[in-house]
């Protein structure tokens, strides 16, 4: 007699586990992170004392994004985001690039992430740091994504403190300026622009929400409420800071620092708080790591499935409820980019493609029918106009890279085709 197998086979879908609050949490800790600390010297040297209207600009394409995101994710629940909603609404190839752009884009965020890790924490040894920050956290996530959300939401907590104490110290000093927050003749439209492109950085987390789809309780309900409530408490956050900073350093102070929230508080007259605010920066950037991981590994399964990507990552762990085979990899790759790359450049590569990636999403926002809960016809219009126009903003390194890398995607997937094409 023959003994029944104890092999079973993994399951094909993902558990619906999030909440509101565990989505709205996770999306914070995507934004409410390291960008906060490091994209605002950046934009800074670009648009000097108009940084604020950069500040203000990625907000609005951020919120347009956030909008046919949350339309689309509401109509497709499923892992994979921007890829799922350009394969349904606009054909397999433009999933793809989406699908392709916010791999790569991300890949290189997770990169800069752990980096800013070793930074903070041991700057001699910062890519040794980097490596054990990514596996630490690929085997956070592993362990299942309702770990991970709690886990995220202790870092938006210290976060949060962090960035308060900074913007209370910072104003009410009697360094701070008024007219450091003025806009001058240093600032041009070009600069405003690029800025608005390397702040958007800093708000493209909510992604993670649309990602996470099929792992969301009552998606068509959970994720419209999430995506515009992380958006708007991170807006809130970003701009107090924003502030805060420029208010006590000024524009050319703030564009030369390599600390800038540091540097603010030592200006500021309290000295004592830097330690702390460098330890909320690694902090800021592990909480960003763990929800990029997350987010990168849920769009690998998802082309997977449909076979862009080797099927064998579409997998389920039957224990842990997890693409562990994707969450492996990507852990993988990320590690051996944070191992040998420079973290300089790193925001406008990942900008670049993420920018991309959300254009994707408001083409196909604009093809949803009012019974699909499509939105008013200007929100995707204006938020796909602003993603080209930052994304072609950026610094021409970062869009030479960036252009140079998403073009070999789609070249790779007409290859392929063609072969399969011809096979038959």
């Known amino acids: 007699m023959s003994t029944p197998s104890t092999n079973h086979p993994a399951p094909e879908r993902l558990e619906r586990r999030l909440g509101v609050g565990d989505a709205v949490v996770i999306g914070l800790g995507s934004m409410i992170g390291a960008g906060v600390f490091a994209a605002m010297a950046p934009a800074a040297r670009a648009a000097g004392s108009g940084l604020l209207l950069g500040l203000a600009l990625a907000a609005v394409v951020a919120y347009c994004?956030?909008?046919s995101s949350a339309r689309l994710a509401a109509r497709y629940p499923e892992s994979g985001g921007t890829y799922v909603y350009g394969r349904e609404r606009l054909g397999p190839l433009w999933g793809y690039l989406a699908g392709w752009a916010f791999v790569v884009g991300k890949t290189a965020s997770c990169a800069a992430m752990a980096l800013t890790v070793g930074a903070y924490v041991w700057p001699a040894q910062e890519h040794a740091v980097a490596v054990a920050a990514v596996v630490a956290l690929t085997a956070v996530n592993y362990a299942g994504v309702r770990k991970a959300a709690w886990l995220t939401r202790v870092v938006v907590a210290v976060v949060l403190a962090v960035l308060a104490a900074v913007v209370v110290a910072c104003l009410t000093s009697g360094q701070a300026v008024g007219s450091h927050l003025d806009v001058g003749s240093d600032t041009t439209v070009r600069g405003v622009v690029q800025a608005a492109g390397l702040l958007f950085f800093a708000f493209a987390g909510y992604a993670r929400i649309a990602t996470l789809g099929e792992e969301v309780r009552d998606p068509r309900r959970t994720i419209p409420r999430a995506i515009p409530v992380a958006l708007a408490?991170?807006?809130?956050?970003?701009?107090?800071?924003?502030?805060?900073?420029?208010?006590?350093?000024?524009?050319?102070?703030?564009?030369g620092s390599t600390a800038p929230l540091s540097d603010a508080v030592k200006a500021a007259g309290a000295g004592g708080l830097a330690p702390v605010v460098r330890v909320g920066a690694a902090v800021a950037a592990l909480g960003s790591l763990l929800a990029l991981i997350l987010g990168v590994s849920r769009t690998t399964l998802a082309m997977a499935r449909d076979h862009n990507l080797p099927h064998a990552l579409s997998a389920v762990h039957p224990r842990f409820g997890v693409p562990h085979r994707a969450e492996l990899l990507v852990g993988a790759v990320v590690a051996v980019v944070a191992a040998t790359a420079d973290v300089r450049g790193a925001i406008g590569f990942s900008s670049f493609g993420?920018?991309?990636?959300?254009?994707?999403?408001?083409?196909?926002?604009?093809?949803?029918?009012?019974?699909?809960?499509?939105?008013?016809?200007?929100?995707?219009?204006?938020?796909l106009a602003g993603c080209l126009i930052l994304a072609?903003?950026?610094?021409?390194?970062?869009?030479?890279?960036?252009?140079a890398v998403l073009v070999a995607g789609p070249a790779a997937y007409a290859v392929r085709w063609a072969v399969r094409g011809s096979d038959r």
């Open 65 to 67: 994004n956030a909008t």
């Open 233 to 255: 408490i991170t807006l809130v956050v970003y701009t107090a800071v924003a502030v805060a900073v420029l208010a006590v350093l000024g524009p050319a102070a703030l564009a």
């Open 354 to 383: 993420v920018l991309v990636y959300y254009a994707v999403a408001n083409a196909s926002a604009w093809t949803l029918g009012p019974e699909e809960g499509r939105p008013a016809r200007v929100i995707p219009v204006v938020g």
């Open 392 to 403: 072609f903003a950026l610094p021409a390194a970062s869009v030479a890279a960036g252009a």
